[in-house]
């Protein structure tokens, strides 16, 4: 009785318009602000974003243990969220960013070569 008045509560999905343009830069584009970037002071950063999709807060999270080399992964488990105020689980008042623990499950992802 109960699951089916949560079914009757939930709505139906929408359909995926698969002729919606994507959102994201052409090969020229992309070209183009290689270009653009290159000698940048966040060079590497855009080219990180750029290259695996991830969100910039997931990117300035980033530390060098999260970094596998041999394996050629990134390990991205945490964000960087920027607020104007932090205060710690005593309600006491930072003044420096601290790293928020993704409460979803990490997800591996391998960009090749």
């Known amino acids: 009785m109960v699951l089916e008045e949560l079914r009757n509560t939930l709505a139906e999905p929408a359909e995926e318009n698969l002729d919606a343009k994507e959102n994201c830069l052409s090969t020229v584009e992309s070209h183009r602000f290689l270009e653009t970037i290159e000698g940048n002071r966040y060079e590497e950063l855009f080219l990180i974003l750029m290259h695996t999709g991830i969100r910039i807060g997931e990117a300035l999270a980033l530390q060098w243990r999260d970094v596998n080399f041999d394996e050629k992964y990134l390990r991205v488990y945490k964000t960087l969220n920027r607020v ?10 930072l003044t420096e960013p601290y790293y928020i623990t993704q409460i979803t499950s990490p997800k591996k992802r391998k960009v090749s070569d």
């Open 84 to 93: 104007k105020l932090y205060y710690d689980k005593q309600g006491k008042r």
